[in-house]
């Protein structure tokens, strides 16, 4: 995103996990450093915002993300 220099996201994500360690990270102490590393990235956004959806909910990003990792197209 930062590289297409949009300012504005929303990011949607099937982990509620990985939400709660960047909104609540005090409260997620397991997922500290990943909450630290992505808010150390979310920074360089002028507005975010982080949900959670269901796994269905994102199926085209899924194939995306597995046919990226499967062609190492990194």
């Known amino acids: ?5 949009v300012t504005k996201v929303i990011f949607e994500v099937d982990f509620a ?4 360690a960047v909104t609540k990270p005090k409260a997620w102490l397991a ?3 990943h ?3 992505l808010k ?9 915002t982080i949900l959670v ?10 194939a995306i993300a597995k046919s990226v ?3 190492k197209r990194f």
């Open 1 to 5: 995103m930062q590289s297409h220099h």
């Open 17 to 20: 996990d990985l939400v709660g």
């Open 31 to 33: 997922f500290r450093y």
């Open 35 to 37: 909450g630290v590393e």
């Open 40 to 48: 150390k990235s979310l920074v360089n956004f002028q507005e975010w």
């Open 53 to 62: 959806v269901s796994s269905g909910a994102n199926r085209c990003a899924q």
């Open 69 to 71: 990792t499967r062609e």
